[in-house]
Structures are given as C-alpha cells and as structure tokens.
C-alpha cells in the first residue's frame, strides 16, 4: 500500500447521469476527506468520515451527492443527476487520527469530472 | 466559502533567493498546515503547525503563526527550481478543514 488511490482518474458523462468515484485510503487511517476543485481554486472540503462515519458535511455538499464509507475502508462518492457545474478535480485524503495527533492528510491523484 | 487566503497570488523568484508567502484566515483553529501542489498533480503535505505553537521548522522551510492576527506565513529560504508549484496554507477547525486560495511559485534557475 503506497497511498491513497482514486478510480476512475477521469470521467467524462453527460448532464443528468449519475456518476460514482471511488476512493482507498491508506490502509491503516481512520479518517477519508472528499474536496473538490477547480482550476485556479484550492480544494473546497466537502465531507470527511472517522471509520464508518460520517462526521461532517459541508454546505457545498447539496442533495444530488452522498458519501459512503461502509466498513470504513473504501468510501465511495456518488453525484446524482450531473449539471454542468459539478466539472471539477474530486479529491480523496486520508490521514490518521490519534489522540494529540495533528491530522496531516494524504492526498490521492484525484478524479476529474467533466459533464457535458 | 474557503476560509484561508494566501498573498501574494503570484511570486516568482530567482534560484537561492528565499520566498515567503502569508496565509490568512477567519476563524480559531485547532492546527494550520501547508501544502505543495505541482502542476497538474496531487497535494503534498509540507508542515503543520498547532494553535499553541508559534514557528516551527522543516529542512528548508520556516513556517510562523500568529493566532491573534489569525495569520501565518510561510518561508522556503534557498529555493531550488523544483519548488516551482503552488502553496496552498489549510486550517483545521476540528470538524471541517479549509484550504486557501494558493501561492503559484516559480523559481527560476
């Protein structure tokens, strides 16, 4: 296990079809971070899980997305009925999270989403 | 909605020269990080710091904060060609994590 690995690396849809990417997180940390950006933007957190939960969302984050982290390995980030605003770079982090630990995230290489 | 903001945008510098780039942000927080990003490529974690600390070093990069004026700055001394990407300071509130606008860096050989 060399970092965190991000599937598919790019995908391309077209507007109104549900898309889903998938995140693996390094294997021993327990906390998965989703963000999303944009050209020229830095990452604009999304939602972040500790094992199975989900322990915050943003208000970026509208109806149309739902995150998963079932057994709090893998997590899965699905985006319903795409709109042309939804193309963007979604990035996974993982890290770990002890008691005095400083949370530093590891980044994967990221799925670019383009809706036409 | 991102919370930090990094200054100067932009900042190009000749090789050996040091660089330095600030970092702002709105609310208290638990620990601030910076982050390497190259082009086209994934981010890097670079160095944190926590609220209680105030400079902290790694290698060649100086890493200051002031929490009272909600601000940190960021110094690579020596630059080397390979610095050349984008910074980007991150601050952890606890439950949400917030990264800035960017410092696009080039350093020229």
């Known amino acids: 296990d060399t970092g965190v690995s991000q599937n598919p690396r790019h995908k391309i849809t077209k507007r109104g079809q549900n898309v889903t990417f998938r995140c693996d997180p390094i294997s021993e940390h327990n906390r998965l971070y989703w963000y999303r950006q944009t050209l020229g933007q830095g990452p604009e957190f999304l939602t972040y899980?500790?094992?199975?939960?989900?322990?915050?969302k943003s208000r970026l984050l509208s109806d149309r997305f739902s995150a998963e982290r079932p057994k709090g390995s893998f997590s899965t980030l699905e985006i319903q009925r795409t709109e042309q605003g939804d193309s963007a770079m979604y990035l996974c982090a993982s890290s770990l999270r002890s008691g005095t630990g400083g949370n530093e995230q590891f980044f994967g290489p990221g799925t670019r989403l383009t809706v036409l | 909605s991102q919370q930090g903001e990094e200054d100067p945008q932009a900042l190009s510098i000749q090789e050996g020269e040091n660089a330095t780039m600030n970092c702002s942000y709105k609310t208290s927080i638990n620990n601030l990080q910076w982050y390497r990003q190259n082009s086209g490529r994934g981010l890097v974690h670079l160095i944190l710091i926590r609220s209680n600390e105030r400079e902290k070093h790694s290698g060649r990069l100086r890493v200051t904060l002031d929490t009272s004026k909600k601000s940190s700055s960021l110094l690579i001394t020596a630059s080397r060609a390979a610095d050349t990407a984008s910074y980007f300071c991150a601050t952890d509130t606890g439950n949400q994590f917030y990264f800035g606008t960017g410092t696009s860096l080039t350093v020229i050989p």
């Open positions: 899980f500790q094992n199975e939960a989900q322990l915050e």
